[in-house]
């Protein structure tokens, strides 16, 4: 059954497309979820449940998607967005070295700290990641965890089709240029 098919079972109250449904976008919503923002796991699933619940209340209302992963990506940004918007949070203004920090670059000996507690190939390239900025971050996973194109990429996170390809592009460009720093570090030591 294809996943239009299995949405259109859903929408008509298939309690088994729906479970089906679930078990095929689960991991994918936690793992970008997550991604968005490590407030707790709690958090995100609970924002996943909040989505199928809302989906489920709703099937006979919505529309069969053409890439129902990409339209419940999309619905998960929308639903923990409103969520981190509606919490009452003091309004405390950027001082000159806070904003500083919030675009300051890690330095090489920060990178190579980073790097040497790493102790996988995967843990070093994770930790790279991390350096980079939260929207650079979110389209690299969008690309390339989720397999998204640049347009899907662009919808969710509101910006154009040229913009996304910029984001990802802009990441890749900075973890080679880290990677080619580190690894002329390393040589020169050894």
Same mark, same amino acid.
């Given at each position: ?18 479970? @089906?449904?679930?078990?095929?976008? +689960? ?9 968005? +923002? ?12 909040? +989505? ?5 209340? &709703?099937? #006979?209302?919505? #529309? ?6 990409? *339209? ?17 949070? $003091?309004?405390? $203004?950027? #001082?000159? #070295?806070? *904003?500083?920090?919030?675009? =300051?670059? $890690? ?8 790097? !040497? ?5 995967? @843990? ?11 929207? @650079?971050? !979110?389209?690299? &996973? ?7 194109? *640049? ?13 996304? &390809?910029?984001?990802?592009?802009? =990441? ?19």
């Amino acid at each position: 059954m294809s996943e239009q098919q299995l949405w259109e079972a859903f929408q008509e109250g298939d309690e088994e497309a729906y479970t @089906q449904l679930y078990q095929n976008h +689960v991991r994918a919503m936690y793992r970008y979820g997550m991604s968005l +923002v490590a407030v707790s796991e709690a958090f995100v699933l609970d924002c996943v449940h909040d +989505v199928f619940t809302e989906i489920w209340a &709703k099937r #006979t209302r919505l #529309t069969t998607p053409d890439n129902v992963r990409h *339209y419940l990506l999309k619905a998960l940004k929308i639903r923990i967005v409103h969520l981190l918007e509606r919490k009452e949070r $003091p309004n405390k $203004p950027l #001082t000159e #070295t806070d *904003y500083e920090l919030l675009w =300051a670059e $890690p330095n090489d000996l920060e990178l190579l700290e980073e790097l !040497e507690a790493a102790s996988t190939r995967q @843990q070093r390239l994770e930790r790279l990641i991390a350096q980079l900025p939260p929207r @650079q971050q !979110e389209a690299l &996973k969008l690309r390339f965890v989720e397999n998204m194109d *640049y347009t899907q990429i662009g919808e969710i996170l509101d910006v154009n089709q040229q913009s996304a &390809k910029n984001l990802v592009f802009r =990441a890749v460009e900075k973890l080679r240029g880290w990677v080619a720093l580190l690894f002329l570090t390393f040589s020169t030591f050894f």
